[in-house]
């Protein structure tokens, strides 16, 4: 059993859908075994987003990223990483295909409901880097 990590984004929180989104989790196998209610630090975020901090719409997204309290969770699951992937469906959600996520709730590329670990390595960083070891359960 592998762990992953995700952020219910800004917009998701927004749309009051985290119980929608959950639930697809949850029907999939997936167990929730860390969860709490954050607002996300501009310190964080640059941390977390540093692949394009340098870039010129990051503004953008730390603003968007900040802007309410956001949902992040710890999953458990066989092959979890690629699995929770393609339920959500490609980053950008005008491409992502109906019954997926993000074809379902998201708008755009960056209004895209929820972020996900992209590889079992990222998913430990992010992990640690949200939780505590001792609040993820399992």
Do not use: W
Request: glycine share 6%.
């Amino acid at each position: 059993m592998q762990k992953t990590f995700v952020i219910y984004k800004p917009d998701c929180m927004e749309k009051r859908v985290v119980g929608a989104v959950l639930s697809r989790f949850e029907s999939a196998g997936f167990d929730v075994v860390g969860c709490k209610m954050i607002r996300l630090s501009p310190e964080v975020l640059r941390e977390h987003y540093a692949h394009v901090a340098s870039k010129p719409f990051y503004p953008e997204i730390e603003q968007f990223m900040s802007s309410r309290p956001v949902i992040v969770m710890a999953l458990r699951g066989d092959n979890i990483v690629a699995k929770v992937r393609d339920l959500l469906g490609p980053t950008d959600s005008r491409k992502a295909a109906k019954g997926t996520i993000r074809g379902d709730f998201g708008t755009e590329m960056m209004k895209n409901v929820v972020h996900a670990s992209d590889s079992d390595e990222n998913a430990q960083i992010e992990l640690k880097r949200f939780f505590k070891a001792d609040e993820i359960y399992g």
